[in-house]
């Protein structure tokens, strides 16, 4: 059964599978990067757009002649050159169209071609194109032996190469695509300062990118929008070829009159669509993530013009779009990954300072063939008009031999020493032409023609005027697109970014109202809406309980302190809602399991706390060096196993009060505590045995407070606890009567668990 199974056509070769899929994926993966994804260094372009391209000039759609359909140009693009689906051809052609989308556009499109807002283009079969001048540009030398060609697809017709490429198109428009393994991210550039960058590394081959910045200040998107990114970092993007840039939307501040504004965004950034960017900012609107905003209105026209309306005449217009940056595509982040193929074959990451080399190149090798070309020609027509010249001199002759001889060709090539290609020249000569052989128009154009052979020549044998040529034409160029027309006035600026206070930011970001914090026994946290005083509803799993609350609000940054001795801090708009028990603090910072929380608080600013470790040792820290940016917190109080922070107290007070798990309890004054960004502390208590229980600050004047288990106030002056003053470090003595037995300061009522006391 199994024979029957093998083909009997032809023989069967075994291939291990991973050979089979290495091989045809390596060919997948070298199509995708070599003929679809990647653009040539010299021209810029990849496959697609450049087939599009000379499609269009084998339609004659120069930027002069009439529009034609584009489902026209599809059909030749698809039916000679690129035997893809005709969609995505279209889409190729739309994008070179849209002056929002390319900095110079190559196609110039009549009709729906999709705009800002992100609206598809309408069907090929109703739009229409022509080339712009631009693409003119890059075609001019086309058909002067400039590039190579080679067989398309079915070797039916032939497609350039690359093409002649005049116009630095590589980095005056960009290229986006995505190959396997790898990418390319280029944006679009001003190309007066790339000329300007050429002309000078003209003169100075081995110039670095970095001296190239002189001139190419940074990307030049055809939205416009401000780069806010620091000269070194665009410096060090360009001369590796790869990093990123910072473009924020243009926007002003629109008096409305009795000291109301408005603020009026006119420019955004590239590749955003502005539709959505409007959906986005509507939907931060109604999800209260924009407290400074009370509307967001599109009343865009041919120009953008999105208005943002602040809640309050009072709030700082630059605090609202900071806030706005943030949360929208208003801010965006442009990669720079300049990929391409060197020499239309090698993949690889180039420098600004590489791009252009790469493209003057080109420019030179296309004057040389050119010029050759060109010579050529020029040879040929003086062998032609030295034809002419003898036969105007012996014209009677010259009729005679074609009128009487049946081959007059060898005749009159032997009769007058004539080659081939005089004889031919003569022979199909119209008569009417007979007129304008007149010997001073021969002798004219042969002079001049014998001086541009000259100078051809001289061109060919000398690389300095050959350069000097090139120079010449990237001088064109910079003119006809420099900085004072209207397609090349830079359109994106530099600037940056203003410094405001983190904490005005992020509040800016959150709409402020109040909350209560809950936290449990078991480490759970939640936010319960509003003030709530009266914690008795509040419900908690069966084997938990209350262990911390307290107000704040959904600005407020909450302080955690843990037995390891770190600071961790919670944004109170991020805590989990009321219903329910919440969830675990674990989930928002980095707490190792045999760990657990001290003390959970609002951040005040300004406070100093008092924290101790079990075996008695603590300091002073300032509240605002406790603030930590990440999960893993900041370690304050240095402590190491079996040791573990154990006490937390707000300093609030002369005296300290200090009690051990012995009973014992010792008062002495707070500047005998040392204050410290981090460390071990020094000894606050001493213990024959056992460690810290708990440690309270408090004015003499007011004397001692503790609160029982059923809520009362007991309170000891400093006359009656004179039996417990002492130093720091001393062992101290059994506490007072009626104190809890516990060994706290404080309770939380109904929970038997320390307080917090604020």
Not at 189 to 217: G, M, W
Not at 304 to 331: G, K, N, Q, W
Not at 338 to 361: D, F, H, Q, Y
Not at 392 to 408: A, F, G, H, K, M
Request: hydrophobic share 40%; charged share 30%; proline share 5%.
């Amino acid at each position: 059964m199994g024979k029957e199974l093998i083909p009997s056509a032809g023989p069967v070769e075994e291939i291990a599978l991973r050979d089979a899929l290495e091989e045809r994926y390596l060919a997948y993966a070298l199509s995708t990067i070599m003929h679809r994804a990647l653009p040539d260094a010299r021209d810029g372009l990849k496959p697609v757009h450049r087939r599009l391209l000379y499609a269009m000039q084998q339609l004659r759609l120069d930027p002069e002649a009439a529009f034609k359909k584009c489902a026209r140009v599809v059909g030749d693009v698809i039916g000679k050159f690129h035997p893809h689906g005709d969609q995505s051809v279209y889409d190729a052609l739309v994008r070179l169209a849209q002056d929002f989308a390319q900095r110079y556009p190559l196609v110039d499109g009549q009709g729906n071609f999709g705009n800002v807002d992100g609206d598809n283009p309408a069907a090929m079969r109703y739009t229409e194109a022509r080339l712009t001048e631009v693409a003119w540009l890059l075609i001019d030398g086309i058909d002067e032996d400039a590039i190579d060609f080679r067989p398309t697809y079915d070797g039916s017709e032939s497609e350039p190469v690359v093409l002649p490429g005049a116009f630095p198109n590589l980095l005056a428009n960009g290229s986006q695509g995505i190959a396997v393994g790898m990418a390319t991210a280029i944006p679009p550039h001003n190309t007066a300062e790339l000329c300007d960058a050429a002309l000078f590394l003209i003169d100075n081959p081995n110039a670095r990118s970095k001296t190239l910045l002189k001139y190419v200040q940074g990307p030049d998107f055809p939205t416009g929008g401000i780069i806010v990114d620091d000269r070194e970092a665009i410096a060090e993007a360009y001369a590796t070829g790869r990093g990123s840039f910072r473009v924020r939307a243009r926007w002003h501040k629109e008096d409305t009159g009795r000291g109301t504004y408005l603020i009026v965004i006119t420019e955004v950034p590239w590749m955003v669509q502005k539709g959505r960017l409007v959906e986005k900012l509507a939907d931060l609107l109604n999800e209260r993530k924009l407290p400074l905003v009370a509307d967001v209105r599109d009343e865009s026209a041919e120009d953008i013009r999105l208005v943002i309306e602040p809640r309050s005449r009072t709030a700082d217009p630059a605090l609202v779009m900071e806030s706005l940056f943030r949360l929208s595509e208003l801010e965006s982040r442009i990669s720079l990954n300049m990929n391409v193929l060197v020499k239309g074959r090698i993949p690889k990451v180039i420098s600004l300072a590489e791009a252009l080399t790469e493209w003057l190149g080109h420019r030179r090798d296309v004057l040389v063939r050119r010029s050759k070309h060109r010579l050529a020609k020029i040879e040929h027509r003086l062998e032609v008009l030295g034809g002419y010249l003898i036969a105007y001199l012996n014209l009677d002759e010259v009729i005679r031999i074609i009128r009487t001889e049946d081959e007059p060709k060898p005749v009159l090539m032997k009769t007058f020493k004539l080659s081939e290609v005089q004889a031919d020249a003569i022979l199909n000569m119209r008569l009417r032409n007979l007129r304008k052989l007149e010997e001073m128009e021969i002798r004219t154009e042969d002079k001049d023609l014998r001086a541009e052979r000259s100078e051809l020549k001289k061109l060919l044998n000398s690389e300095t005027d050959q350069w000097k040529t090139v120079a010449g034409e990237i001088k064109t160029i910079r003119d006809k697109f420099g900085p004072k027309t209207a397609l090349g006035k830079r359109r994106s600026t530099f600037a940056e970014a203003p410094q405001h206070d983190e904490a005005a930011i992020e509040e800016a970001m959150v709409e402020r109202e109040p909350i209560t914090v809950v936290v449990s026994e078991k480490g759970w946290i939640r936010a319960l809406k509003g003030t709530v005083t009266d914690l008795s509803g509040v419900a908690f799993k069966s084997d938990d309980g209350l262990k911390f609350a307290f107000p704040a609000e959904t600005t407020s940054k909450i302080l955690v302190f843990a037995t390891n001795g770190r600071f961790y801090t919670l944004d109170g708009a991020k805590l989990p809602g009321g219903r329910g028990h919440g969830e675990p603090v674990r989930l928002f910072i980095d707490l190792e399991q045999d760990h657990d929380l001290v003390a959970v608080f609002r951040h005040q600013g300004g406070r100093k706390f008092l924290v101790a470790s079990a075996q008695g040792r603590g300091f002073l820290v300032a509240e605002d060096e406790c603030l930590g940016n990440t999960r893993k917190g900041k370690q304050v109080l240095n402590v190491k196993s079996p040791d573990a922070a154990r006490a937390f107290a707000v300093a609030d007070g002369d005296l300290v009060a200090a009690i051990g798990e012995n009973r014992k309890m010792v008062i002495f004054p707070l500047d005998q505590v040392p204050e410290l960004g981090r460390g071990r502390g020094v000894r606050l208590q001493r213990y024959k045995d056992g460690s810290l229980s708990d440690i309270t600050t408090f004015n003499g004047a007011d004397g001692l407070t503790w609160i029982d288990s059923a809520g009362r106030n007991f309170t000891l002056s400093l006359k009656e606890l004179a039996a417990w003053r002492g130093s720091r470090s001393d062992a101290g003595r059994v506490r007072p009567d009626r104190f809890l037995t516990n060994n706290k300061f404080g309770v939380l009522p109904g929970s038997g668990k320390a307080a917090e006391k604020d």
